[in-house]
C-alpha cells in the first residue's frame, strides 16, 4: 500500500501547532515561580560553620553553598529560643503578636495545650494558595495537638517529631546532666509522626539526620508538576547530641563536630539533588537557625564565634545566625552582604518572588530580600526589635545597637531580668562582641532609636500568651 503524504498546508498547520504549544508550555514553565527550600537548624551558632570561621568543624558543603551563593553577615531570628523564633518564620511576624511566647514558658511542652493560633497566615499557607506544594520535615514546635500541626498550617504533608528532642524525658532515665552528655534515644519518649500520626516512639535519634534528609530528597524528586516550599526543620545540634554510625569520629570537635559535619552532609545531598533533577536553576535555599548555641552545655553547646553570649539572650550571640542563600543563575557566587536581614523577612520575600498574595488584615514585621538576593549592597531592612518574650530588651537602628534589659542565657548570669540604669549603646561595625559602651558619646543616636521605638510601639497589638495553657 502507498503511504500518503499529508498535504504541505497541514503539515505546516502540525508544526504550527506544535510551535505554539511549546510555546505555551515554555511560558508557563517561566510563569511558575521559583522553588523554596528552608533548612533551618536548632542551637546552630555563628561561629559553628568552618565559612563562618571555625577552626576545627569542617563543613564542606556549606562552603560550597557560600561560595556559589550568598554569605549572610549580619542575619537574625526573631526570638533567642526555639517556639517563638519558629512561629516568626512562618508568620513574618513578633512572636508576640501571636502570642507565641511567654515570659514565665519560654516554649511549648508536651504538657501544652496551645499552639500557634488558625488565624496566623503560614508560609505554607499563603505558598499553597499559590499554587505551591508544601512540604515540612523534622522539628515543629509550634503545638503538638492535631489542631496545631503542620498539616493543619498549610502544609500538604509532614515527617518530623512535634517538639525538642530533649522534651518526654522518662522517669527511669539518669537524672541531671547524665542523660543529655551521655545520652540514648530510650531516654527520651519523643514521637516521630507522619503527618498527624505517630509511627514511632520513642525516636530513634541518632537516624533522624539521615532520615530526614532522605525523606527531603524524596519530596524533592517527586515534585514536577508544581512548584513547591520545603521546610527542613533539624532536630540537631540542640542537645542531647545524636549523629549516626556513618558520623561517629567524624570531627575533630568531637561529638558536637560530628553532629554538625552530619548537617552539611544533609545539605549536599539536598544541592545535589536539585542539581541532578534540574531544578537547582529555579530553587532558592536559604540555611540558618532558629537562635544561637546553648552555651551552658559546654563542649555540646556550640560557638558563637566573636559574638556575646547565646541562646536564651538578645545580646548578638543568640539572635545573629549563619546564614547562606543559594539560588544558582540568579544569587552571584562567592558573595557576602552586611545588609541586615530576618529570618521574618522570608515572607515578603517569598511572596514577591512567587506572586503570592500576603495577608492584608494584619501588620508584618517583613522586609523583601530580593534586592540583595540580585545584588545590591544594601537591603531594605534597617531595624530591628529584640526581643525576649514581651520584653524589648534592645533596638538595632543602622550600625548601632541600644540596650535597655540584659538577662544571661540559660544557666549564665545574670540569670535575673535587670533593667539598665541607662540604656547602653554599642556600634555593631565596630564592635560586633559588644564590650564597649559608647552611650555618653551619642546622645543624638540614642535619641533617634527612641522616635524608632516610639513609631514601632505605636501601632504593636500584642496577643495573649499562648504558651502557658
Not at 560550597?64 to 518564620?89: D, I, K, N
Given at each position: 500500500m502507498?503511504?500518503?503524504?499529508?498535504?504541505?498546508?497541514?503539515?505546516?498547520?502540525?508544526?504550527?501547532?506544535?510551535?505554539v504549544?511549546w510555546c505555551?508550555?515554555?511560558?508557563?514553565?517561566?510563569?511558575?515561580?521559583?522553588?523554596?527550600?528552608v533548612?533551618?537548624?536548632?542551637?546552630?551558632?555563628?561561629?559553628d560553620?568552618?565559612?563562618?570561621?571555625?577552626?576545627?568543624?569542617?563543613?564542606p558543603?556549606?562552603?560550597?553553598?557560600?561560595?556559589e551563593?550568598?554569605?549572610?553577615?549580619?542575619?537574625?531570628?526573631?526570638?533567642?529560643?526555639?517556639?517563638?523564633?519558629?512561629a516568626?518564620?512562618?508568620?513574618g511576624?513578633?512572636?508576640?503578636r501571636?502570642?507565641?511566647?511567654?515570659?514565665?514558658?519560654?516554649?511549648?511542652?508536651?504538657?501544652?495545650?496551645?499552639?500557634l493560633?488558625?488565624?496566623?497566615?503560614?508560609?505554607?499557607?499563603m505558598?499553597?494558595d499559590?499554587g505551591?506544594?508544601?512540604?515540612?520535615?523534622g522539628?515543629?514546635?509550634?503545638?503538638?495537638?492535631?489542631?496545631?500541626?503542620?498539616?493543619?498550617?498549610?502544609?500538604?504533608?509532614?515527617?518530623?517529631?512535634?517538639?525538642?528532642?530533649?522534651?518526654?524525658?522518662l522517669?527511669?532515665?539518669?537524672?541531671?546532666m547524665?542523660?543529655?552528655?551521655e545520652p540514648?534515644?530510650?531516654?527520651?519518649?519523643?514521637?516521630?509522626?507522619?503527618?498527624?500520626?505517630?509511627?514511632?516512639?520513642?525516636?530513634?535519634?541518632?537516624?533522624?539526620?539521615?532520615?530526614?534528609?532522605?525523606?527531603a530528597i524524596e519530596?524533592?524528586?517527586s515534585?514536577?508538576?508544581?512548584?513547591?516550599?520545603?521546610y527542613?526543620?533539624?532536630s540537631?545540634?540542640?542537645?542531647?547530641?545524636?549523629r549516626?554510625?556513618?558520623?561517629?569520629g567524624?570531627s575533630?570537635?568531637?561529638?558536637?563536630g560530628?553532629?554538625?559535619?552530619?548537617i552539611?552532609?544533609?545539605?549536599?545531598?539536598?544541592?545535589?539533588?536539585l542539581?541532578?533533577?534540574?531544578?537547582?536553576?529555579n530553587?532558592?535555599?536559604?540555611?540558618?537557625?532558629?537562635?544561637?548555641p546553648?552555651?551552658s552545655?559546654?563542649?555540646h553547646?556550640?560557638?558563637?564565634?566573636?559574638l556575646?553570649?547565646g541562646?536564651g539572650t538578645t545580646w548578638?550571640?543568640?539572635?545573629?545566625?549563619?546564614?547562606?542563600?543559594?539560588?544558582?543563575?540568579?544569587?552571584?557566587?562567592?558573595?557576602?552582604?552586611?545588609?541586615?536581614?530576618?529570618?521574618?523577612?522570608?515572607?515578603r520575600?517569598?511572596?514577591?518572588?512567587?506572586?503570592?498574595?500576603?495577608?492584608?488584615d494584619?501588620?508584618?514585621?517583613?522586609?523583601?530580600?530580593?534586592?540583595?538576593?540580585?545584588?545590591?549592597?544594601?537591603?531594605?531592612?534597617?531595624?530591628?526589635?529584640?526581643?525576649?518574650?514581651y520584653?524589648?530588651?534592645?533596638?538595632?537602628?543602622?550600625?548601632w545597637?541600644?540596650?535597655?534589659?540584659?538577662?544571661?542565657?540559660?544557666?549564665t548570669?545574670?540569670?535575673?531580668?535587670?533593667?539598665c540604669e541607662?540604656?547602653?549603646l554599642?556600634h555593631?561595625?565596630?564592635?560586633?562582641s559588644?564590650?564597649?559602651n559608647?552611650?555618653?558619646?551619642?546622645?543624638?543616636?540614642?535619641?533617634?532609636?527612641?522616635?524608632?521605638?516610639?513609631?514601632?510601639?505605636?501601632?504593636?497589638?500584642?496577643?495573649?500568651?499562648?504558651?502557658?495553657?
Amino acid at each position: 500500500m502507498k503511504c500518503l503524504r499529508p498535504h504541505p498546508w497541514i503539515q505546516l498547520r502540525q508544526i504550527t501547532l506544535c510551535f505554539v504549544g511549546w510555546c505555551l508550555a515554555s511560558a508557563i514553565c517561566t510563569a511558575q515561580g521559583p522553588n523554596f527550600v528552608v533548612i533551618f537548624c536548632d542551637d546552630l551558632g555563628y561561629g559553628d560553620l568552618s565559612c563562618f570561621g571555625h577552626p576545627s568543624i569542617e563543613t564542606p558543603e556549606l562552603d560550597r553553598m557560600a561560595q556559589e551563593g550568598l554569605r549572610w553577615l549580619q542575619f537574625y531570628s526573631a526570638a533567642p529560643v526555639c517556639t517563638p523564633s519558629r512561629a516568626a518564620l512562618m508568620t513574618g511576624r513578633l512572636p508576640l503578636r501571636s502570642g507565641m511566647c511567654s515570659n514565665k514558658r519560654r516554649v511549648l511542652f508536651p504538657n501544652s495545650k496551645g499552639g500557634l493560633p488558625a488565624s496566623e497566615v503560614t508560609l505554607a499557607e499563603m505558598l499553597r494558595d499559590a499554587g505551591y506544594r508544601t512540604g515540612c520535615v523534622g522539628k515543629w514546635h509550634l503545638g503538638h495537638l492535631p489542631e496545631y500541626l503542620p498539616t493543619h498550617h498549610g502544609f500538604d504533608s509532614y515527617f518530623g517529631i512535634p517538639y525538642s528532642n530533649d522534651m518526654d524525658r522518662l522517669a527511669e532515665a539518669p537524672r541531671g546532666m547524665t542523660s543529655i552528655f551521655e545520652p540514648k534515644s530510650a531516654y527520651f519518649n519523643v514521637p516521630l509522626m507522619r503527618d498527624a500520626q505517630v509511627v514511632e516512639r520513642p525516636a530513634d535519634q541518632p537516624s533522624l539526620t539521615q532520615r530526614y534528609t532522605q525523606e527531603a530528597i524524596e519530596f524533592i524528586k517527586s515534585s514536577d508538576e508544581k512548584p513547591f516550599f520545603l521546610y527542613l526543620a533539624h532536630s540537631m545540634p540542640h542537645v542531647p547530641l545524636f549523629r549516626s554510625e556513618d558520623f561517629v569520629g567524624h570531627s575533630r570537635r568531637g561529638l558536637y563536630g560530628d553532629v554538625i559535619e552530619e548537617i552539611d552532609w544533609s545539605v549536599g545531598q539536598i544541592l545535589e539533588t536539585l542539581r541532578s533533577t534540574g531544578k537547582a536553576q529555579n530553587t532558592l535555599v536559604v540555611f540558618t537557625s532558629d537562635n544561637g548555641p546553648w552555651l551552658s552545655q559546654r563542649h555540646h553547646g556550640g560557638s558563637a564565634g566573636l559574638l556575646r553570649e547565646g541562646k536564651g539572650t538578645t545580646w548578638e550571640g543568640g539572635m545573629r545566625e549563619p546564614t547562606l542563600m543559594w539560588w544558582p543563575g540568579t544569587i552571584a557566587g562567592s558573595q557576602a552582604t552586611s545588609a541586615l536581614g530576618s529570618t521574618m523577612d522570608l515572607m515578603r520575600t517569598f511572596a514577591g518572588l512567587a506572586e503570592a498574595e500576603l495577608p492584608d488584615d494584619r501588620p508584618l514585621d517583613s522586609y523583601d530580600l530580593e534586592p540583595v538576593l540580585r545584588g545590591e549592597s544594601h537591603g531594605t531592612r534597617d531595624r530591628l526589635f529584640y526581643y525576649r518574650a514581651y520584653e524589648l530588651m534592645a533596638v538595632r537602628l543602622g550600625p548601632w545597637k541600644l540596650h535597655y534589659q540584659e538577662q544571661g542565657s540559660y544557666g549564665t548570669e545574670p540569670r535575673k531580668l535587670t533593667k539598665c540604669e541607662t540604656p547602653k549603646l554599642y556600634h555593631l561595625e565596630h564592635d560586633p562582641s559588644e564590650r564597649y559602651n559608647i552611650a555618653k558619646q551619642h546622645p543624638d543616636v540614642i535619641e533617634r532609636i527612641q522616635l524608632a521605638v516610639e513609631a514601632h510601639r505605636s501601632d504593636l497589638v500584642a496577643a495573649e500568651t499562648l504558651l502557658d495553657h
